[in-house]
């Protein structure tokens, strides 16, 4: 081998050499980073002639495993979905009270049944009799709470949608724009790798939004489609439209048009669901929440309000009453009326009639709404009714079975604490799940083990190269000195 021959293998070494630690040094440093993708140098030989004339850089690999991060992302996916139902039902849950909290439904109940029984025992006691009043007060007072917390929800969640649909349309114009880039970038021989890491990062927020399914083109570029079919992004990426609505109302559903779905190109993408095919993440959850699981826990509420007000206005428990009359409790001065129940237990309200405050009196309690005087101070007898009329089982909603007041209420304080419940376990199956595939795409990653390995592999190539160079320059000195 000549010197000009060693001094040029020298150099090509060099140079590769000083690539491979840039990319072990990016390595390094990137190793925690979310979506990068371990790199290497890729080197090929270079033939002078017969004469070897060292190594060239070919290019940068980046690794990654395609399926398994497929399944990273639908489990992303998945975990979103639940964790934003958890967190919800968990928030719900501490807002209307625990079924051993006694500032909750249960315990208003209690408190009211107590006080009529207190009652009975002095029923001449305007006191007594007072309290039984304040204590229906509380009722409704939760009643109404517990139904702007479920709205709130609601609307918590019709805001979560237009977020989701922001950072979707955002996200798919952003691996729009870089795959442009890298198709751009790819042409003039340049690397692609920070792109590529760039890029994926995108679309793993995609994958949060929508469960979705990355479709690889030869031209370095990638398509995207939901799980189901649905096309969000082939060379160019589609724009979804969602209108949210400011305040939401216990009556206010999408069937009834009250509530906006999702667009495509402005035509709805599916008028039963307004999620269609992109339900599956943090969208699918964000809709089953405000159309069905909040709407049935509104529905149970209402079935509470319907059950009290029956129950204080049946002619059997207060014989003074005629159909149609006001009981205790009343739809804002109105009579229960079966055919307009949404929302109830947002309208219900104490019988003025009885309540000092409105200009009530408190012996009509005692006595019977319509009593046209006032009975005997010392007879209990229609406060008795009163308080036997809470142990009776009856179903006057339509589609309910049939339950006392309390068993009504815990009823609905249960059905809460079981959503919960369910959420949290399907969390946990999923949040394992997702810790498993995690890990093994992490496996793939970048070992800083094996890199400082590879360190010193390429320190001590460097120094055989730098060692060569020194040794071309001794022997061309001696020359240049005969």
């Given at each position: 081998?000549?010197?000009?021959?060693?001094?040029?293998?020298?150099?090509?070494g060099?140079?590769?050499?000083s690539?491979?630690?840039?990319?072990?040094?990016?390595n390094l440093?990137?190793a925690l980073t979310e979506?990068?993708?371990?790199?290497?140098?890729?080197?090929?030989?270079?033939?002078?002639?017969?004469?070897?004339?060292?190594?060239?850089?070919?290019?940068?690999v980046?690794?990654?495993?395609?399926?398994i991060?497929?399944?990273r992302?639908l489990?992303?996916?998945?975990?979103?979905?639940?964790?934003?139902?958890?967190?919800?039902?968990?928030?719900?849950?501490?807002?209307?009270?625990?079924?051993?909290?006694?500032?909750?439904?249960?315990?208003?109940?209690?408190?009211?049944?107590?006080?009529?029984i207190?009652?009975t025992a002095?029923?001449?006691?305007?006191?007594?009799l007072?309290s039984v009043?304040?204590?229906?007060?509380?009722?409704?007072?939760?009643?109404?709470?517990?139904?702007r917390?479920?709205?709130?929800?609601?609307q918590?969640?019709?805001?979560?949608i237009?977020?989701?649909?922001?950072?979707?349309n955002?996200?798919?114009?952003?691996?729009?724009q870089l795959?442009?880039?890298?198709?751009?970038?790819?042409?003039?021989g340049?690397?692609?790798?920070?792109l590529?890491?760039?890029?994926?990062?995108?679309?793993?927020?995609?994958?949060?939004?929508?469960?979705?399914?990355?479709?690889?083109?030869?031209?370095?570029?990638?398509?995207?489609?939901?799980?189901?079919g649905?096309?969000?992004l082939?060379?160019?990426?589609?724009?979804?439209?969602?209108?949210?609505?400011?305040?939401?109302?216990a009556?206010?559903?999408?069937?009834?048009?009250?509530?906006?779905?999702?667009?495509?190109d402005?035509?709805?993408l599916?008028?039963?669901t307004?999620?269609?095919?992109?339900?599956g993440?943090?969208?699918?959850?964000a809709?089953?929440l405000?159309?069905?699981?909040l709407?049935?826990?509104?529905q149970?509420?209402?079935?509470?309000?319907?059950?009290?007000?029956?129950?204080?206005?049946?002619?059997?428990?207060?014989?003074?009453?005629n159909?149609?009359?006001?009981?205790?409790?009343?739809?804002?001065?109105?009579?229960l009326?079966?055919?307009?129940?949404?929302?109830?237990?947002?309208r219900?309200?104490v019988?003025?009639?009885?309540?000092p405050?409105?200009?009530?009196?408190?012996?009509?309690?005692?006595?019977?709404?319509?009593?046209a005087?006032?009975?005997s101070?010392?007879d209990a007898?229609?406060?008795?009714?009163?308080?036997?009329?809470?142990?009776?089982?009856?179903?006057d909603?339509?589609?309910v079975?049939?339950?006392?007041?309390?068993g009504?209420?815990?009823?609905?304080?249960?059905?809460?604490?079981?959503?919960?419940?369910?959420a949290?376990?399907?969390?946990?199956?999923t949040a394992?799940?997702?810790?498993?595939?995690?890990?093994?795409?992490?496996a793939?990653?970048?070992d800083?083990?094996?890199e400082?390995?590879?360190?010193?592999?390429?320190e001590?190539?460097y120094?055989a190269?730098?060692?060569?160079?020194?040794?071309?320059d001794?022997?061309m000195q001696?020359l240049m000195?005969?």
């Open positions: 081998m000549s010197i000009s021959s060693a001094l040029n293998n020298a150099v090509a060099l140079t590769a050499t690539r491979m630690a840039e990319a072990v040094s990016s440093s990137n979506g990068y993708g371990k790199r290497s140098v890729e080197l090929s030989s270079v033939q002078v002639g017969n004469v070897g004339g060292g190594v060239k850089v070919t290019g940068i980046r690794f990654t495993d395609a399926g991060l497929n399944d992302r489990a992303d996916s998945a975990l979103t979905s639940q964790q934003e139902t958890v967190s919800t039902l968990n928030r719900l849950e501490q807002n209307l009270g625990g079924p051993n909290d006694s500032a909750n439904l249960v315990g208003k109940l209690a408190a009211f049944e107590t006080a009529l207190s009652a002095d029923p001449a006691s305007e006191t007594r007072a009043v304040s204590r229906l007060g509380d009722i409704t007072a939760t009643l109404q709470s517990n139904t917390d479920i709205q709130t929800h609601r918590e969640a019709d805001a979560e237009a977020n989701s649909v922001e950072q979707l955002t996200s798919l114009k952003q691996v729009e795959n442009a880039d890298i198709v751009r970038m790819r042409g003039a340049q690397d692609v790798s920070a590529l890491d760039a890029r994926q990062v995108a679309v793993d927020e995609i994958a949060k939004i929508v469960p979705i399914r990355q479709v690889d083109h030869d031209n370095g570029t990638v398509g995207l489609m939901t799980t189901s649905t096309t969000l082939d060379s160019r990426a589609v724009e979804f439209g969602f209108a949210a609505t400011p305040t939401i109302t009556d206010m559903t999408l069937a009834s048009g009250a509530l906006g779905g999702i667009t495509l402005g035509v709805p599916d008028t039963a307004g999620v269609g095919r992109l339900s993440g943090a969208l699918g959850a809709f089953t405000r159309d069905e699981t709407v049935d826990l509104q149970s509420l209402d079935e509470v309000a319907v059950d009290l007000i029956a129950r204080f206005e049946d002619p059997a428990t207060d014989p003074t009453l159909a149609g009359d006001l009981g205790l409790l009343t739809e804002e001065g109105n009579p009326n079966l055919s307009d129940v949404a929302g109830l237990a947002g219900i309200a019988n003025s009639a009885i309540d405050n409105s200009g009530g009196e408190l012996h009509l309690l005692r006595d019977g709404l319509n009593a005087t006032a009975g101070s010392g007898a229609q406060l008795n009714n009163w308080l036997d009329a809470l142990g009776v089982a009856r179903a909603a339509a589609g079975s049939t339950r006392s007041a309390a009504r209420v815990s009823d609905f304080t249960a059905k809460i604490g079981t959503a919960r419940l369910s949290e376990e399907q969390l946990s199956f394992a799940r997702w810790d498993t595939i995690k890990s093994a795409e992490l793939n990653g970048v800083t083990d094996i400082l390995q590879t360190l010193m592999r390429i001590q190539a120094a190269n730098a060692k060569v160079l020194e040794t071309a001794f022997m001696r000195e005969i």
